[in-house]
Every structure is written in C-alpha cells, then in structure tokens.
C-alpha cells in the first residue's frame, strides 16, 4: 500500500500561510501601537483600558506606561505563539514530523503561557486602569470565562498532538523502511 | 539480522538486472537495492508476490534463515 503524504502536507503549507498571515497582522498592530505610543502617548493609555473593560478619563504617565507594557507582552507572546504555530505546519509540510512534535510541545507551553499571562494581565489592566478613581471605585478583576478555558483546552489539543507527532514519527519511519 | 537475502543470486541465475526487475514489478531501483542488501524492516507481502511472480521463484528461493552463532 503506497502512502500518499500530500494529502497532509498540502493543507500544512495552507494553514503555514495562515500562521504567516496571522504574524503579519500582530506585526501590524505592535507597530500601530509603538507609532500610537510615540505620537500621542496621552490617548493610547485611555484606549488600552478601554479595551480592557474599563472606561477612564486621562491616565498618568505611569499607568500609560504600564499599559503599553502589559499589551506590549501580550502581543509579544501571540507573535512567538503564531510563529511556533507556524513552525509546527512547516514541518508538516516539510515531512518531518519528530520536528513538527518538538515544535507543538512549545506550542503547548506557550498556550499556557498565554492562559497565564491572560489572567494576570486582566488583574493588572483593572488595578493600573482604576488606580485614579475614587475610593470605593477602584477595582481588581479576575475572571476565568470561555475565552480561558479555550485557550486551556487548545494547549491541551496542542500537547497531545505533540505526541501523536512522536508517533507518527516514528511509524512514518518504520513505514519508509519496509519495501 | 539472521534472515539473508538471496535475491542477488536469483537475479543472476534469471540473467537479471535490479534495473529491470525493478521497473517490471513497479518499485523504486533504491528500495530493490536496499531489499538486496537486507538494509530494510521488512518486505510486504506484495512485493514479495511481484518478485516471485516475476523470477518465478518462491519466497523461499529468496530469503533464508541463518541462526546467529553464539561465540564461546
């Protein structure tokens, strides 16, 4: 029986270029924030938290800063987490597959890390955004919704697939040695 | 590995090159290659039936089984 591995590498090179187009618009918006930050650093703040869920008057330059920050580490880990994913499709497309399972236990680690960060950061944006209200109106928040639990559950997918990569390996290797 | 491959010998008592075999039953002249000296896992049934089919031979004209000597 002749196994036909295009049938796996030509939608890995589809979803390789989706993963490019992915990185290509967080590299936008990084540098969409940095111009923002540099050209009118007084109204990138309010915005942030806003999109944060909290609506603010102006910031102090701190807590401006520490916006920038914080999003600027959530955009960090989506480009390393896009472009593991898009090293994982590569190394389909490429037929090899032990790489594309290294590559997808670091997609895993860095699911979690976005579920990590995810959770701090929405503590942080709420405390730096609600810092200059009054008494009684300042706020920390902390939720764990549907948008948590799917990130929980594709670091999950992604971790197995690890070793389904191993595997696959590893018979794709007996496979090539039988004639 | 104990089992030896005798398919040199049969294709030189059929007058045969791995070349020509090898485009008879359709495999890639590397994997006869590879077949002939014994660097392989294993061999399908298929390809098995191919080469037999073709140098009318059995399989066991082709492989032999040479237990591994134990030195003292």
């Known amino acids: 029986m002749t196994i036909d591995p295009n049938t796996l590498t030509q939608p890995a090179r589809r979803i390789q270029i989706v993963m490019t187009c ?10 969409g924030l940095a111009f923002a930050t540099i050209t009118k650093p007084s109204s990138v703040g309010p915005i942030l938290a806003d999109f944060g869920g909290f609506s603010t008057g102006p910031l102090m330059a701190w807590q401006t800063v520490a916006l ?3 999003t ?3 955009l960090t880990i989506w480009l390393l ?11 389909l497309a490429d037929g090899e597959p032990e790489a594309a399972s290294h590559a997808a236990r670091n997609l895993a680690n860095w699911l979690w890390a976005m579920l990590a960060w995810g959770l701090i950061s929405q503590i942080l944006v709420s405390l730096v955004a609600t810092w200059g209200f009054p008494e009684g109106q300042r706020a920390i928040s902390f939720g764990f919704g549907t948008p948590q639990v799917s990130i929980a559950l594709s670091a999950l997918i992604a971790g197995f697939m690890a070793r389904a990569f191993a595997l696959g390996a590893e018979l794709w290797r007996d496979h090539s040695e039988v004639v | 590995m104990p089992i030896i491959v005798r398919l040199d010998v049969m294709l030189a008592m059929r007058k045969m090159t791995s070349r020509d075999l090898a485009a008879r039953i359709g495999i890639a002249e590397q994997n006869l ?8 896992r294993g061999v399908r049934f298929n390809t098995l039936e191919a080469i037999c089919s073709e140098l009318g031979c059995q399989p066991g004209d082709l492989l032999e089984f040479q237990p591994e000597t134990e030195e003292a």
């Open chain 1, 22 to 31: 992915g990185m290509a618009l967080f590299l936008a918006i990084t540098a």
């Open chain 1, 68 to 70: 920038i920050g914080i």
């Open chain 1, 72 to 74: 600027a580490i959530h």
């Open chain 1, 81 to 91: 987490l896009l472009g593991t994913a898009r090293h994982v499709f590569r190394h």
């Open chain 2, 33 to 40: 290659s590879l077949l002939k000296s014994g660097k392989v």
